[in-house]
């Protein structure tokens, strides 16, 4: 019988990994990236190619994806608080055969730290078959799945093991998030009163601050030391109904414990559809990656290829937009959007007419003008917003923060206008959540695989599009492969399900046209 209550270990000892930050090394030269020259992506990125494969540009993808030089967060204006790669490393380590030597094919040397990057690179958006927060008085759920997963199941369990601090300005927690995964534990008790034991759990887990050529498994904090944490617990001792951190645990302690879905289930997602078994698309595929840790050539099949050729697709461009990058925009350009928000008790308000259209520009910048229509073509309210030309973000040089210039009020009465330039009124507006996020990553255009959206505006034939993550939603853009008998779609904004706005293209053109 096992003693599971008492002890456990995975079949699978987790293994080290480097944890390879997200932010850009260019100053931080003891640091290394995935998306680095020379680095796993970019060897990644030559072995589809000698393949016979379109380039699939992950590291080019890693660099946009992962804040490496802030794009997404000054396209989006979300500030990431996640700095690193732990979760992707934390989940390949309990799922997958550790890479100990050196592969060379087609003449590319991956380095073990290279054969784990991508390893990681594969499993950083795992779904997750269990989850569960940890507070104060969560010790017996840390005590009973600690029992079940790597006791009974014999799978590793990953935890973040860093309580938030609370930040002293607002009394909040500020997150933080350090995952490492446990593969193996003991568990000492010692009787507290009827059916309560004070529980003393050393817990092995695998640590990330390791180079990354690194075979093995170092453990965290301490290497060949377990992590000791101390709770008591009410019930039974396989699975208490209630317990309590105690002694030194009480402020150190793992506030977050979670699973990856089984291999199994991921890779037969894979065989399906490469890339669908992630929660977020990355053009890493993980069948190419287990050829690269075994040493071997690609075996490239149909649906691979299907896959790479989705996102390697041609720019279609007149003569006029040869040398624009990214599309030209023209003074009478708009667009026009269906758009419901949800208001301040968690209603959606009825849907209203949104018109985005440009109407100037001021030196390196696009001026934009903003508002919702109303009866008879009014719209009492337009915001006058500044976007860069090179970039299509807000621009920095607007007279005020965030692109904004000024607000326009129209007389529903008279259609006579005056002016404003209290930024309040763009910041209060409840399409600058949708506005702010407009802005499309031009030098990212086609990483991302095709979809299919249709807008009964358009007509009834299915649009190719790309749907990209944007802040707390997602958007989807037309391809730029796509025409239109009203006009060339490149580049124009179609639809965006976000948590607190949603909109759908229903008209665009040239005024006066």
Same mark, same amino acid.
């Given at each position: ?7 456990g ?5 987790? &293994? ?6 997200m932010?850009?090394s260019?100053?931080? *030269? ?9 680095? /796993?992506?970019?060897?990644?990125? @030559?072995y589809?190619v ?5 380039n ?5 993808f890693?660099?946009w994806?992962?804040?490496?030089d ?6 989006t204006?979300?500030?990431?608080? +996640?700095?690193?790669h732990c ?6 380590s ?30 950083n ?6 989850i ?5 008085? *969560? ?10 997963? $790597?006791?009974?199941?014999? =799978?590793?369990?990953?935890f ?5 601090? $609370? ?10 998030? &350090?995952?490492? #995964?446990?593969? =193996? ?7 507290a009163? /009827?059916?309560? &034991? ?13 180079? #990354? ?22 019930g ?13 645990? =009480? ?9 990856? @879905? ?24 993980? !069948? ?13 099949n ?10 390697d697709?041609s720019?279609?461009?007149? /003569? ?11 003074v ?12 301040? $008790?968690?209603? +959606?308000?009825? #849907? ?7 109407v ?5 910048? &696009?001026?934009?003008?903003?508002g ?12 006058? $917003? ?10 920095e040089?607007s #007279? ?6 000024y ?10 206008f ?7 009124? +763009?910041?209060?507006?409840?399409? =600058? ?20 959206i ?14 990209? %993550?944007?802040?707390?939603?997602? @958007? !989807? ?7 239109? /008998?009203?006009?060339?779609l490149?580049?124009m904004?179609? %639809? ?9 293209l ?6 006066n046209?």
């Amino acid at each position: 019988m096992s003693d599971y209550v008492n002890r456990g270990e995975a079949a699978r000892v987790a &293994w080290s990994g480097y944890w390879w930050p997200m932010m850009s090394s260019q100053d931080r *030269d003891d640091y290394m990236n995935l998306y680095d020259e020379g680095g /796993p992506l970019d060897k990644y990125d @030559q072995y589809c190619v000698a393949s016979g494969l379109p380039n699939p540009r992950s590291r080019e993808f890693e660099g946009w994806r992962h804040f490496a030089d802030k794009r997404m967060e000054q396209a989006t204006g979300y500030t990431a608080f +996640w700095w690193g790669h732990c979760n992707g490393w934390a989940a390949a380590s309990v799922l997958e055969n550790e890479p100990t030597v050196r592969r060379e094919i087609h003449g590319i040397g991956f380095e073990v730290g290279d054969q784990k990057g991508l390893l990681t690179v594969c499993h950083n958006g795992d779904p997750v078959e269990l989850i569960r927060k940890l507070g104060e008085n *969560d010790a017996h759920l840390f005590h009973a799945t600690v029992i079940q997963s $790597i006791g009974k199941d014999r =799978r590793g369990l990953i935890f973040d093991t860093k309580l938030d601090p $609370i930040d002293p300005k607002t009394g909040e927690p500020t997150r933080e998030v &350090w995952n490492y #995964p446990a593969y =193996r534990y003991e568990l000492a008790y010692s009787e507290a009163g /009827p059916k309560s &034991w004070d529980v003393t759990a050393q817990i092995w887990f695998a640590n990330d601050a390791v180079e #990354p050529n690194f075979v093995g498994v170092k453990n965290w904090p301490m290497d060949e030391r377990p992590k000791v944490y101390t709770y008591r617990i009410t019930g039974s001792k396989e699975n208490p109904q209630s317990g309590y951190w105690i002694g030194g645990s =009480r402020l150190d302690h793992p506030d977050l414990m979670w699973r990856p @879905q089984p291999l199994s289930v991921q890779n037969a997602a894979e065989t399906k559809d490469p890339g669908s078994s992630q929660s977020s698309f990355h053009p890493t595929l993980r !069948t190419l990656v287990y050829s690269i840790c075994a040493g071997e050539t690609a075996t490239v099949n149909q649906t691979i290829r299907s896959k790479y050729q989705s996102l390697d697709l041609s720019w279609v461009i007149t /003569p006029e937009e040869q040398d624009a990058y990214p599309p030209p925009l023209e003074v009478g350009d708009f667009w026009r959007y269906s758009v419901t928000s949800q208001d301040t $008790i968690g209603s +959606w308000t009825r #849907p209203f007419l949104l018109h985005v259209e440009v109407v100037g520009w001021d030196k390196d910048d &696009w001026v934009f003008e903003v508002g919702a229509v109303h009866q008879d073509e009014i719209i009492p309210e337009r915001h006058v $917003i500044y976007y860069s030309k090179a970039t299509r973000q807000l621009s920095e040089q607007s #007279p005020y923060p965030g692109g904004y210039a000024y607000t326009l009020r129209q007389d529903i009465k008279t259609g006579a206008f005056t002016r404003s330039d209290d930024p309040a009124l +763009w910041d209060n507006s409840p399409v =600058r959540r949708l506005l702010t996020q407009v802005p499309y990553a031009w030098d990212r255009a086609g990483m991302e695989p095709v979809t299919q959206i249709t807008l009964r505006a358009l007509g009834r034939s299915p649009i190719a599009c790309r749907k990209l %993550s944007v802040g707390k939603g997602v @958007q !989807t853009w037309a391809d730029h492969t796509v025409s239109h /008998p009203r006009g060339n779609l490149r580049g124009m904004f179609l %639809s965006a399900d976000l948590d607190l706005i949603a909109a759908q293209l229903i008209d665009f053109g040239h005024k006066n046209t």
